[in-house]
C-alpha cells in the first residue's frame, strides 16, 4: 500500500473515530441528564455532578461534531448567490470565504491557549475535573477544523483548475 493510500486510510478512521465519538459522548450525557432527573425527584438525591459533567461534554460533544461536519463540507454556508456568479470569480469567493474561516479559527485557537493556561490549575467543584477539560474542546476541536478547512479550500481551488482544463 502506498503512502497516500495508507494516509487515506488513517483519515478515514480518524473521522470515523470522531463521529461515533461525538455519538457516544451524546449518549453519556444523555444517561447521566436522566440519571439526575431520576435522583432528583424519584430520590429526591440529586447529584452535585451531574451538572458539571454534561457541561464539558457537551463542550467536546459540540466541537468534535463541528469538526466532522466541516470535514464531510456539511458546515453551514449560504451559496444562493455564489451559484450564480460565473467560475472564476466564484473560485475567488468561495477561497476568500475559506480564508476567513481559516482566520476565525486561528484567532480561537490564539486566544483560548492563555485560557488554558489559566484554567489548567484549577478543577470543578464536584467533579474534582480540571477546569482545562472544559477549554480544551475549543482548541481541539478548531486545530481539527483548521486542517479539514485547509484541505476544503485545496479543494476548492484544484476542482476548479481540473474543470478549467476540461473546458479547454
Known sequence: MTVVGWLRRLDKWI????FYLAGLLLVIIAGIVFYSVVMRYAFNEPPLWADEAPRALSLWMVFIG????TKRGRNIRVTHF?????PRPRVYFETFMHILV???L???IWYNIPILRLQAGGTML???WSYWWVYAPVSVGSILM???QSRLMINTIVTYRENRKGIQ
Open 15 to 18: 473521522e470515523t473515530a470522531l
Open 66 to 69: 463541528v469538526a466532522v461536519a
Open 82 to 86: 455564489i451559484d450564480m456568479v460565473p
Open 102 to 104: 481559516l482566520i476565525m
Open 106 to 108: 486561528g484567532g480561537l
Open 126 to 128: 464536584t467533579t474534582g
Open 146 to 148: 483548521l486542517l479539514y
